[in-house]
């Protein structure tokens, strides 16, 4: 294995290209970078990414955390 510096780590073509917290109630960005959100309705986000991808080979990963409500 050989050690990568974080100057050339943003070049590997896996390295992500955004990353953040999303505050659910108004789609505001709490932390990270290189996308933005709007908020069109309850539970539903449009999210687009500063930089688009050299092709459609990617992937998306979401999470929730800390709600307060229950789901149903």
Do not use: E
Not at 2 to 17: I, N, Y
Not at 22 to 34: M, P
């Amino acid at each position: 294995m050989t050690a990568v510096t974080p100057g050339r780590q943003h070049f590997h073509p896996w390295h992500a290209k955004a990353a953040g917290l999303v505050q659910g109630s108004d789609g505001a960005i709490l932390a990270g970078s290189g996308f933005t959100v709007v908020r069109d309705s309850t539970g539903v986000y449009t999210v687009t990414l500063d930089t688009a991808m050299s092709s459609a080979n990617y992937a998306v990963l979401s999470t929730i955390s800390g709600s307060t409500q229950a789901l149903r």
